[in-house]
């Protein structure tokens, strides 16, 4: 019975106004010596650029970098909120 609940109209909210929504990002780099200092500054102007376009950060930005053969992926996980108009 529970699967045919599935397809009724009377549903809940959908997940996503319930939880927090997450931006994902990733990029492809044609190299793979990315410094510590470069990260840092990635993921701070992906705060800023969450910002101008009118998301609020409402938690941790994990930005990791994962190398495979002569390429480094990038992939940014931004937990983020969209603000609230005035």
Same mark, same amino acid.
């Given at each position: ?5 599935m397809?009724?109209? &009377?549903k ?7 939880? &927090? ?8 780099y044609?190299?793979?010596?990315? &410094? ?14 969450c ?36």
């Amino acid at each position: 019975m529970a699967f045919l609940n599935m397809f009724s109209k &009377d549903k809940e909210e959908p997940t996503a106004t319930k939880a &927090d929504d997450r931006l994902s990002l990733v990029l492809s780099y044609q190299r793979s010596d990315i &410094d510590e200092k470069k990260i840092k500054l990635f993921q701070a102007r992906l705060i800023d650029l969450c910002d101008d376009f009118g998301y609020d950060v409402v938690g941790q930005v994990e930005v990791v970098p994962q190398a495979r053969e002569r390429t480094t992926i990038i992939n940014a996980t931004i937990p983020v909120r969209l603000k609230e108009q005035v």
